[in-house]
Nanobody, 113 residues
């Protein structure tokens, strides 16, 4: 099993940037895929980005070109760099490990002037 702790959320103005971190309690070297999801008020949780062990990435259309997912296996951490943020990016962001069906506690991102 693995425990996940997200950090890096906060309040940012439109056009700004944030970097989210997801720290795992054990080595993630062998974890094939790690994901970032988000859930806005009144909406379903949606996949934002995913990264495989080999570094292949996949993004939701709504964030392509603005968000970048990366992983540092030596630090047992997955990152989500979010640039050119929009008000519609406001949500709670969750780290997820499919192989363990494990969610982090979430971190709030609010994009507002």
């Amino acid at each position: 099993q693995v425990q996940l702790v997200e950090s890096g959320g906060g309040l940012v103005q439109p056009g700004g940037s944030l970097r989210l971190s997801c720290a795992a309690s054990r080595s993630i070297f062998s974890i094939y895929t790690m994901d970032w999801y988000r859930q806005a008020p009144g909406k379903e949780r949606e996949l934002v980005a995913a990264i495989t062990m080999g570094g292949s990435t996949n993004y939701a259309d709504s964030v392509k070109g603005r968000f970048t997912i990366s992983r540092d296996n030596a630090k047992n951490t997955v990152y989500l760099q979010m640039n050119s943020l929009k008000p519609e990016d406001t949500a709670v962001y969750y780290c997820y490990v499919p192989v363990y069906n494990k969610w982090g506690q979430g971190t709030q991102v609010t994009v507002s002037a």
